[in-house]
Nanobody
Framework: QVQLVESGGGLVQPGGSLRLSCAPS????????MGWYRQAPGKQRELVGI???????NYSDSVMGRISIFTDNAKNQMYMQMNSLNTGDKAVYYC???????????WGQGTQVTASS
């Protein structure tokens, strides 16, 4: 199973920005689906956005226009640029990876994001 390590979370003021990183422990499949999820206190984990090896990218309505998900294949990492953060974005953010020829889901340990004054 591929280990994933998220980083880049933290505390920012409302309106601020953060860039989260997701680093797999090994090279991943050429054909994959990767995503960012978040879980706020007392709520279920929800999808934030996904990116596939074919270039398909999709974002949830709650973050549309404020985030950008991209990969750096040379560094074998996935990123999520988050702008205009608000208090409603407070959550633990997780990255997930799955090869398209597998049903195994690989998850990171999560990184906390908080926007507060």
């Amino acid at each position: 199973q591929v280990q994933l390590v998220e980083s880049g979370g933290g505390l920012v003021q409302p309106g601020g920005s953060l860039r989260l990183s997701c680093a797999p422990s090994e090279s991943i499949s050429r054909f994959y689906v990767m995503g960012w999820y978040r879980q706020a206190p007392g709520k279920q984990r929800e999808l934030v956005g996904i990116i596939t090896s074919s270039g398909f990218i999709n974002y949830s309505d709650s973050v549309m226009g404020r985030i950008s998900i991209f990969t750096d294949n040379a560094k074998n990492q996935m990123y999520m640029q988050m702008n205009s953060l608000n208090t409603g974005d407070k959550a633990v953010y997780y990255c997930e990876y799955r090869s398209t020829d597998s049903t195994v889901e690989n998850w990171g340990q999560g990184t906390q994001v908080t926007a507060s004054s």
